[in-house]
């Protein structure tokens, strides 16, 4: 038996029966799911393809449940996120060095989320568009990634698509 | 005020001596601004993969690297600001961290006479003297380059 629960509309009382696969469909899923399942591409028609093509699969209640929480809880950590980034624009005011931009307080409690920060600093990155930010240390500290090439270094926009490509088979935001 | 930073951080930036030239964008910085790159952020940042810094200089926030740096897009040190003409001058600033002169910020002079500075991830502004962007943030001037104006 296959259930689909969308962002916005996960409901605990469909997750009761045992040897039932959830498949998340969802932007906003958290980046623990990544750990816990292949990260498929999410097509704009997933109802036209097969159950495995469009999320993760959960075979039991403990683990939607377990998800479920991270549902919750990713709404108000993307609160704190957006607080933070404010904090960080406010602290680092004119500052050029990068040194002192990425010791600001504000930018070392976004790296102080852990591997939870990454979808939502992906998220910030990619809503930058073609103004994006300096999250290239937070993510190579938070991924142990690097997928910056030598002569892309310093062009932010080049940067931050590496990194958004990099990302997207690896994690959901 | 002429940009949209704290004025106790500049506190020397005025109405009268400064015009905003550009809106906030992060994508590049005064280090850059100052050698004509609007393109980069140029930072000798220690690890790679964060920001630009010209291959084979090294990677210190010194004054000396900094120098180097400009070195490779044809600036040598000079004595001072004086407008010459056919000739293009940077202003580096620094401040003493922990008894250590760290450079902060560049300027570039324009044909003008003026001098124009692009305030970390914020604004591009024009201002009438090298030194006016001192202050807490930044630290003086400390150092001047020249090169011939292309």
């Given at each position: 038996m296959r259930q689909t629960i969308c962002a916005g509309?996960?409901?605990?009382?469909?997750?009761?029966?045992?040897?039932?696969?959830?498949?998340?469909?969802s932007p906003m899923a958290p980046p623990s799911l990544a750990e816990w399942g292949k990260r498929w591409h999410l097509s704009e028609s997933p109802e036209q393809q097969e159950p495995e093509d469009v999320g993760w699969s959960f075979e039991t209640p403990a683990e939607v449940a377990y998800q479920y929480d991270l549902f919750e809880r990713h709404g108000?950590?993307?609160?704190?996120?957006?607080?933070?980034?404010?904090?960080?624009h406010i602290e680092r005011g004119t500052r050029s060095s990068t040194t002192e931009i990425v010791l600001c307080a504000a930018y070392q409690a976004i790296i102080g989320m852990g591997p939870r920060a990454?979808?939502?600093?992906?998220?910030?990155?990619?809503?930058?568009?073609?103004?994006p930010d300096q999250w290239f240390w937070a993510l190579q500290v938070l991924t142990k990634a690097d997928p910056v090439k030598e002569e892309d270094e310093g062009n932010f926009r080049k940067m931050a698509r590496a990194?958004?490509?990099w990302a997207r088979w690896r994690y959901v935001w | 005020m002429c940009g949209s930073w704290s004025p106790s951080d500049h506190p020397h930036l005025t109405d009268f001596n400064c015009v905003k030239t550009s809106e906030q964008d992060a994508i590049y910085n005064c280090i850059a601004w100052a050698a004509g790159d609007a393109t980069r952020w140029w930072w000798p940042f220690p690890y790679?993969?964060?920001?630009?810094?010209?291959?084979?200089?090294?990677?210190?926030?010194?004054?000396?690297?900094?120098?180097?740096?400009?070195?490779?897009?044809g600036f040598h040190e000079c004595g001072d600001g004086t407008m010459e003409s056919g000739i293009e001058k940077i202003v580096i600033f620094a401040k003493t961290t922990r008894g250590i002169l760290i450079p902060t910020h560049a300027a570039r002079q324009l044909d003008s006479g003026e001098w124009t500075s692009k305030m970390g991830p914020l604004e591009d502004i024009r201002h009438t003297t090298a030194d006016a962007p001192r202050g807490p943030l930044y630290g003086e001037p400390v150092c001047y380059l020249a090169r011939l104006r292309e």
């Open positions: 509309e996960p409901n605990p009382e469909r997750f009761n029966e045992m040897s039932t696969t959830i498949v998340v469909q108000v950590e993307s609160e704190e996120f957006q607080e933070l980034v404010e904090g960080w990454i979808p939502l600093i992906l998220a910030q990155m990619e809503a930058e568009g073609e103004h990194w958004l490509e | 790679r993969g964060v920001s630009y810094w010209p291959r084979g200089v090294p990677r210190k926030e010194t004054i000396d690297a900094f120098i180097a740096a400009y070195a490779t897009v």
